[in-house]
């Protein structure tokens, strides 16, 4: 049974990692419906979304490798600094720092009284309308090679929204770059660049914490077994849904995601006032 609890998981996260709707949100709820009483937990939430992550390795890894290899070639000189690529490799190194931190900082309440469903369902509908706003405000000229320091430090404290469940990386990033007047597809090609090094220093840091609970005599909910293979599934499908979402954004708008967002909150807030779902 947990084998197919997981492979649901690793579904559940590739369909919702790249959309500004939640993948944690969704992962706690749907692990909380096939596991009552239970949570999945957060460090498997982390472990899992490699697999997404890798998914945005594949997919970009031309331009993964581009701006790597200038930032690199900058260092000692051998590339002019004022190169985009160049700029774009330190700003992400700046946009990953916030949520980096506060991660750290605040490491406990994310894995406690953060993940109640109260708090998710509220934070899809709060920022699903804070989205819809963003993207109709949104002045849709400006491109990633005419970001600068501040518009990237913005970025990365949008991004960092996203500890709290129900928040969405995507659509902390998403939002910030609307209100900032970036393009839709910039903006969502940035959302995709900017969470590899969070996603992937927060998978192998969950790996690291379940090796060490482990170790201690706990038990994970989900096994190691069950767990790779929602992390395997979550990267097949991820793929599909990154080349289905950067279309999608070419020409049409987040209406359709913000509605989804503020009616999965109100539906949150009903399994919960009648007891189906456990806040924490």
Not at 262 to 277: H, K, M, Q
Request: hydrophobic share 55%; charged share 15%.
């Amino acid at each position: 049974m947990d084998w197919l609890i997981a492979a649901v998981l690793g579904i559940v996260q590739a369909l919702t990692e790249f959309l500004p709707i939640s993948s944690s949100a969704h992962v706690r709820i749907a692990g909380e419906l096939m596991l009552p009483g239970q949570d999945p937990g957060a460090f498997f939430t982390a472990i899992i979304q490699i697999g997404t992550e890798a998914a945005v390795l594949v997919y970009f890894w031309r331009d993964i490798v581009t701006v790597i290899g200038a930032w690199c070639r900058s260092l000692v000189g051998r590339e002019d600094r004022s190169n985009p690529h160049v700029r774009l490799g330190w700003l992400i190194i700046l946009g990953s720092i916030p949520i980096g931190v506060l991660g750290l900082l605040f490491e406990s309440q994310i894995d406690s009284v953060l993940r109640s469903l109260w708090i998710t369902a509220t934070m899809l509908i709060v920022f699903g309308l804070v989205i819809g706003v963003a993207d109709r405000v949104g002045r849709r000229e400006l491109t990633l090679e005419s970001m600068n320091w501040k518009q990237g430090l913005a970025f990365g404290c949008a991004q960092a929204l996203a500890l709290i469940p129900g928040v969405s990386r995507s659509g902390g990033t998403i939002m910030a770059g609307r209100f900032m007047g970036f393009t839709r597809p910039e903006a969502a090609r940035y959302s995709f660049l900017l969470a590899i090094p969070a996603v992937m220093a927060s998978g192998a840091y969950g790996v690291y914490k379940s090796l060490t609970e482990v170790a201690a005599g706990e038990e994970m909910v989900l096994g190691w077994g069950p767990t790779l293979l929602a992390t395997a599934v979550s990267f097949v499908l991820g793929y599909v849904v990154i080349v289905g979402f950067l279309k999608y954004v070419q020409t049409r708008s987040f209406a359709i995601f913000v509605w989804y967002r503020v009616v999965l909150g109100l539906v949150i807030y009903a399994l919960l006032l009648t007891g189906v779902l456990s806040a924490s």
